[in-house]
């Protein structure tokens, strides 16, 4: 869009004279217009940073979510592990009934069995509540500030459209009425 404009620098020296004045002052940006390359390459690579960083902040929160998730069934293991506690000393009082006794004790070792494997549950839910917050401040710390506003850039990239698209108007305009 606004890169090599030689041929047109080329084409209006050559037509120098036979153009009518408002024509050459309207097609002259158009012969300079690579001048604004950098300024729309810069926008357009300000736009691409702003999509990538929509997308990281959109990870970031995500993790963040499942951060809070895991965190509540931490809590919630937790409380069900008093709850068993409980439950375990509940049962061992009625182990004392002779006739219940082989039920009690065998309701007493599932709950054993629960309990011994909430340690490793626990341990592996803290690990990846770990590894999730490590991720998610990771993500945080590669976000970055871009300087000026998306519609600015949009604006110069268009502006920068519009005098091409004026310029090939022009010359079409010219050719056809040759």
């Known amino acids: ?18 153009l009518p004045e408002s024509l050459e002052e309207a097609l002259h940006p158009a012969a300079y ?15 691409s940073d702003r999509l990538h960083q929509e997308q990281v902040i ?10 809070e998730t895991t965190r509540g069934k931490i809590i919630s293991l937790s409380q069900s592990r008093a709850d068993m506690e409980q439950s375990k000393r509940d049962l061992a009082k009625r182990a ?22 909430l340690p490793t549950a626990l341990q592996q839910l803290e690990a990846e509540k770990q590894e999730q917050a490590r ?12 300087p000026g506003s ?5 604006q110069e990239i268009q502006e920068a459209d519009d005098i091409r698209l004026h310029a090939i108007s ?3 305009n010219a050719l056809g009425s040759l």
């Open 1 to 18: 869009m606004v890169q090599d404009a030689e041929p047109i620098r080329t084409i209006l020296k050559f037509l120098r004279g036979v």
């Open 33 to 47: 217009i690579e001048s604004d390359q950098i300024s729309v390459v810069k926008a357009q690579k300000r736009l």
């Open 58 to 67: 959109k990870q970031r929160d995500d993790l963040k979510n499942i951060v």
């Open 96 to 117: 004392c009934l002779i006739k219940e006794l082989e039920q009690v004790n065998q309701e007493i070792a599932d709950v054993d069995n629960k309990l011994s494997q």
């Open 135 to 146: 991720r998610t401040y990771q993500l945080h710390k590669s976000i970055k500030a871009i």
């Open 150 to 154: 998306a519609e600015t850039d949009l």
């Open 170 to 172: 022009i010359i079409q």
